[in-house]
């Protein structure tokens, strides 16, 4: 048999590579406590569950569900950005719900991108912006989101030949891997740009309840503008603890989500319905759920910030994500340290290149270790001798 030539593009996906280290060095018998994947441990709402299983038992949620989803959830969908970010959308033409917004943000390129066309795609960033656009047809063309632009992107240093090419610019904040955030005035100025260059904004945020000390992150519809040019990609995945149950959401913009309804029509037949009463509750229910969680990952922010300072690692304290972005120790590469990391104290952190060159130099640590592996975890991180610098820390 002869796989298309397509499937050739798609280079191993970072966490396959990554687990297959973990299962070596497991099969030797030795422990690896991993900080790799963003899934949070923490159980979704007893509300949502009671929810979802009564819903099972309705016979009218074991058929076939429509594409666009119920109306009662794009309602509900509709009502959630309304108070949450003073967002008002048409629930019929402004929002679609997704099998969990990776399928939508893997299916918008097929919308979007013909052979040859460009997408500005940040990087480090989500593997998925730069995959999908590959398996449309397009090129990925690199935006590097530097420490020193507070990990923004500089859209004045695209050459304009890329430019001319160029239909859809990729945007994600609170962002992963850095957790760097972003406010309305750059959403703004992004929404500018886009117009000027013909650009469709795709901006994934489902980062946006996930956020510390205070800090509300802003979704990119309140830019003046926005829902002429682009879309907002948004999961219960994070917000909710539903990263298993696969829902999320696309809003904005009425022509994409039109041509991403159409699109998908063809290809799925929608979310299981029981799936989509859970929803309704999650977004419409009790929200307390969702600052109990962000004390329990502040307080690991905090934990982990202190460690990797103390071992010589700088971290850029996030406001906002499930990850703490750190800077290698002087004299290492991502990949190095991490590897050390890895094979002398058994703790598996992702190098920053895994998300892109501009990564190197960085880590990535997810706060989504339950508190009994996250201790035992920071005992071994902290047990760390950096052997390659004459300068120990100085403890
Ligand atoms: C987790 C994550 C997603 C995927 O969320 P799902 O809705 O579970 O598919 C999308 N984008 C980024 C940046 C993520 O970290």
Request: glycine share 8%.
């Amino acid at each position: 048999m002869k796989l298309s030539q397509r499937l050739d593009q798609l280079a191993p996906y970072l966490f396959v590579e990554i687990n297959k280290k973990i299962a070596e060095k497991r099969t030797r018998g030795e422990e690896v406590i991993s900080f790799g994947i963003g899934d949070p441990d923490i159980p979704t709402p007893d509300n949502v569950i009671e929810k979802l299983c009564s819903a099972a038992r309705e016979p009218a949620n074991h058929r076939y569900p429509e594409t666009e989803g119920l109306p009662a959830l794009r309602q509900a969908m509709a009502a959630w950005y309304h108070r949450r970010f003073g967002v008002t959308l048409d629930p019929n033409s402004e929002v679609l719900p997704l099998i969990g917004s990776k399928e939508g943000i893997g299916h918008i390129s097929f919308c979007l991108i013909d052979t040859g066309d460009v997408a500005l795609v940040p990087d480090p960033a989500y593997p998925v912006y730069s995959v999908s656009t590959k398996l449309a047809g397009g090129e990925p063309y690199y935006l590097p989101l530097k420490e020193d632009n507070a990990f923004l992107p500089a859209f004045d240093d695209i050459p304009s030949d890329i430019l001319a090419r160029s239909k859809v610019l990729w945007l994600n904040y609170p962002n992963n891997p850095t957790g760097a955030t972003a406010d309305v005035d750059f959403f703004k100025r992004a929404v500018e740009f886009a117009a000027k260059h013909d650009l469709a904004i795709c901006h994934d945020n489902p980062y946006s309840e996930v956020a510390y000390d205070d800090y509300k992150p802003v979704s990119f519809l309140q830019a003046d503008g926005a829902r002429g040019v682009g879309i907002e990609f948004h999961s219960l995945s994070k917000s909710y603890n539903m990263t298993g149950w696969r829902i999320g959401m696309a809003v904005g913009n009425a022509g994409m989500i039109d041509a991403l309804k159409r699109f998908k029509s063809n290809l799925d037949s929608g979310i299981p319905q029981a799936i989509q009463h859970a929803a309704i509750e999650a977004l419409s229910g009790p929200q307390d759920a969702i600052a109990a969680h962000n004390t329990i990952y502040q307080r690991r922010r905090d934990l982990v910030t202190d460690v990797l300072n103390d071992i010589g690692c700088h971290v850029y304290t996030p406001k906002a994500s499930l990850y703490v972005w750190a800077k290698v120790p002087p004299g290492h590469t991502s990949l190095e340290f991490s590897t050390d990391l890895l094979e002398q104290v058994g703790v598996l952190v992702i190098p920053g290149t895994g998300y892109g060159p501009s990564g190197e130099g960085f880590v990535r640590l997810s706060l989504t270790l339950h508190d009994a592996a996250l201790v035992k975890a920071l005992s071994k991180l902290s047990s760390w001798q950096d052997s390659h610098n004459r300068f120990k820390s100085k403890r």
